[in-house]
């Protein structure tokens, strides 16, 4: 079975810090991606790499970054947090596109 | 770009009652189609998926969906819901050779006894 682990299942920051969210996946995955999970607005994808150090902004970029410098590492950046950047974060691999996507457990981060 | 619309955000249904979740796209492709549960605090497991082929899918723990082209729709059913089913659903969409997928609103389940 794939395994996508998150680092932390809980974080609480504090505004303007710069905050990394880490995810492991052991199953050589090509693809890797970052969502954010918000009530009534299901997972909206930040960014997505489709190979190491290759990357691809998805539908809310805006006030983060990421880095992939291992095919099986994948960490998606707070440059300076904000309020509005509390919310569940959840990362995913997948072996080729339109191949099922392989979920972690989710970090909730709250920024203070 | 492709859109995916999950009618009803909250389901409750009796235990062993038929479990309908509704699911309709767009797309201006063939999509490749799929649900997701999460069960709480926990990421998303896949239930099921369509690519090519037999319409009607057949997935985890008694879960099945059709692919309906002509009404753009990917319906998942249970014909008996257990109280282990209470969770959230999301249907999802891709295109082909398309890396990302786009996500419903999702669907919470409860289950009565």
């Known amino acids: 079975d794939v395994k996508v682990t998150q680092s932390s299942r809980y974080l609480v920051k504090r505004t303007g810090e710069k905050v990394f969210l880490e995810c492991v996946q052991d199953m050589d995955h090509e693809n890797m991606f970052w969502y954010r999970q918000d009530p009534g607005l299901g997972l909206r994808l930040i960014y997505f790499s489709y190979d190491v150090k290759m990357k691809e902004k998805g539908d809310i970029p805006e006030g983060y970054s990421v880095s992939r410098e291992k095919k099986e590492r994948f960490s998606l950046i707070l440059e300076s947090a904000s309020t509005n950047q509390t919310s569940m974060y959840l990362c995913?691999?997948?072996?080729?596109?339109?191949?099922?996507?392989?979920f972690g457990d989710g970090t909730r981060l709250s920024i203070l | 770009a492709q859109s995916v619309t999950q009618l009803g955000s909250h389901v409750s249904v009796s235990e062993g009652a038929l479990v309908l979740l509704r699911c309709n796209y767009s797309?201006?492709?063939?999509?490749?189609l799929f649900w997701y549960v999460q069960y709480p605090n926990q990421g998303l497991q896949l239930l099921l998926k369509?690519?090519?082929?037999?319409?009607l899918v057949k997935g985890i723990n008694g879960f099945e969906a059709e692919f309906k082209k002509s009404e753009t729709s990917f319906h998942l059913t249970k014909p008996s819901a257990h109280m282990s089913d209470a969770a959230e659903y999301f249907c999802?969409?891709?295109?082909?050779?398309?890396?990302?997928?786009?996500f419903g609103a999702g669907t919470t389940v409860t289950v009565r006894a």
């Open positions: 797309s201006s492709v063939p999509p490749y």
């Open positions: 369509y690519t090519t082929g037999a319409t």
């Open positions: 995913a691999s997948s072996l080729m596109s339109n191949q099922p996507q392989h």
């Open positions: 999802a969409v891709s295109r082909s050779n398309d890396y990302k997928l786009s």
